[in-house]
């Protein structure tokens, strides 16, 4: 069994007579880069919060390295949360809020302008916090976070604020530690092809509850999948498909056919047709990605039961 550094069990939070987390269940494993998306108010923040031990939680249990979130102080730094407004002391220099940092990491494994370095901010060092945009506060943010070595990263929309090229820095970063340091991170983000391109696992948090929560390709890479279908004689087509195992829907869409198929591939398809004297013209894959898995879940769009009897929409 893969170990967890974080396991969340039936959290239950609320504020005041509002329930905000409903019996969360949610699981980190080592070594995973973790993706959290979810509406605005389905309960992100209010969860990073509770495993960081910002806040309490009413019911359930959250153990975050082995350790309950209100004693997270006892690893000295190997578990770090960086969250959407970067909480610097506007007086203080960049280099003042990394020696600060240095100060107070029981474990510094980085001296301040080694993280300049790494976060492209060397020329920044003597501006004040009040004085930089956000995306090098940002930038400051995650640099005095890893003034130590974290095996455990907290990111609350990490890309807020940074341009493309900064936006690529943050990924690289991200990847970089989690190959190179074995670091695991659970990032909250709504910029979902972000996440899609760097996290291992994502889960979806939806009215306080994880809706959907895998492996990154189990979650896009379906066994049930969808194909565009141009040929010459649509007619002869459809009559063929309807007996290939395999083909479970047959949808006609303007002067295609969109296939949905379980346990065949585009080349079987393809092969069947030609082998029966037809021309194909166009086999495409429909692409399922994090956004379209995303909407359907917030709009309540539940994958239905296999069909087994043949279906077709004109």
């Known amino acids: 069994m893969t170990e967890a550094v974080l396991h969340i069990k039936n959290v239950i939070k609320r504020y005041g007579d509002v329930e905000v987390l409903h019996h969360l269940n949610l699981e980190v494993t080592r070594g995973a880069i973790h993706g959290l998306v979810g509406l605005n108010g389905s309960g992100k923040t209010t969860t990073m919060e509770c495993v960081l031990g910002m806040q309490g939680f009413d019911g359930g249990e959250i153990n975050v390295l082995g350790r309950h979130p209100r004693n997270l102080w006892q690893g000295a730094g190997d578990v770090v949360g960086i969250f959407d407004t970067p909480g610097l002391h506007p007086g203080l220099t960049v280099r003042q809020c990394l020696e600060h940092a240095r100060l107070l990491c029981g474990k510094p494994v980085r001296t301040p302008a080694e993280v300049e370095t790494l976060l492209g901010i060397t020329k920044y060092s003597h501006y004040k916090i009040r004085q930089l945009s956000l995306g090098n506060r940002r930038r400051t943010s995650i640099a005095h976070a890893l003034i130590g070595q974290p095996a455990f990263v907290v990111l609350d929309e990490p890309f807020n ?38 996290c291992t696992h994502l889960s979806i948090l939806h009215e306080g509850k994880i809706a959907l929560s895998a492996s990154t390709h189990e979650l896009i890479s379906p066994t049930e999948s969808r194909l565009k279908l141009v040929c010459d ?38 092969r069947k047709l030609v082998m029966s004297g037809l021309t194909v013209s166009e086999l495409q894959p429909e692409k399922r990605d994090l956004t379209v898995l995303f909407q359907d879940i917030v709009s309540k769009v539940t994958a239905k039961p296999k069909v087994k009897a043949w279906q077709e929409v004109a």
């Open 161 to 198: 604020g940074l341009d493309a090229g900064g936006v690529d820095d943050v990924l690289a970063l991200i990847q970089r530690l989690n190959r190179q340091e074995g670091t695991s991170f659970l990032l909250s983000s709504h910029q979902l092809a972000y996440l899609e391109s760097i």
């Open 233 to 270: 004689h649509p007619e002869a087509a459809r009559e063929l498909l309807k007996q290939t195992l395999g083909v479970i829907k047959f949808e006609k869409v303007g002067n295609a056919f969109m296939l949905t198929l379980d346990g065949i591939g585009p080349g079987d398809i393809n």
